[in-house]
């Protein structure tokens, strides 16, 4: 074979951890996803739970900008697909404002009574555009994330999970 046709073993190394350390990170982000579906279902019931929901939903915008920031800064990224990086931290900055717009939702809920599964609220209302896009970024992410993950034997995702 002509030299340079194949990956050299410490660059397949390299890009396996690579994919390990963003495995990581994408692990973190389904934990914040599924307490953002309990506090969204709680607040859309007007649950018992408004100021912790409002709290939890603040929490997620927060741990999502970690997770940019970790992204941005993780050994080994230029082993990954620019395109699969910059999908994700589409995905993950839109799903920051998604949270920030849904705490304010969660808020006004408090602030103003709750009223079962009214969608007038404009934190609510604010939510949907970044969400639109989140999930957008989060299916072009899973489509160049999935082969990789396969390939090292870590976990593969649907736009839905993380």
């Known amino acids: 074979a002509a030299s340079g046709s194949t990956p050299s073993t410490s660059s397949r190394d390299a890009r396996r951890q690579a994919a390990v350390r963003l495995s990581g990170l994408l692990a973190q982000s389904v934990t914040d996803r599924a307490a953002v579906i309990n506090a969204v279902a709680d607040v859309r019931g007007c649950g018992p739970s408004l100021p912790q929901d409002a709290r939890t939903l603040a929490k997620a915008a927060s741990s999502r900008q970690r997770l940019l920031a970790r992204l941005g800064s993780m050994p080994g990224r230029s082993q990954?697909?620019?395109?699969?990086?910059?999908?994700?931290?589409?995905?993950?900055?839109?799903?920051?404002?998604?949270?920030?717009?849904?705490?304010?939702?969660?808020?006004?809920?408090?602030?103003?009574?709750?009223?079962?599964?009214?969608?007038?609220?404009?934190?609510l209302r604010a939510s949907y555009a970044p969400e639109s896009q989140a999930a957008a970024s989060k299916l072009a992410f899973a489509r160049l994330w999935n082969p990789v993950a396969r390939q090292y034997g870590l976990t593969t995702y649907q736009r839905n999970q993380f």
């Not at 990954?80 to 006004?108: F, I």
């Open 80 to 123: 990954l697909p620019a395109a699969l990086l910059q999908d994700l931290a589409g995905a993950w900055q839109a799903s920051a404002q998604v949270d920030t717009d849904l705490a304010r939702w969660a808020e006004d809920n408090i602030a103003r009574g709750c009223h079962h599964g009214s969608r007038s609220d404009a934190g």
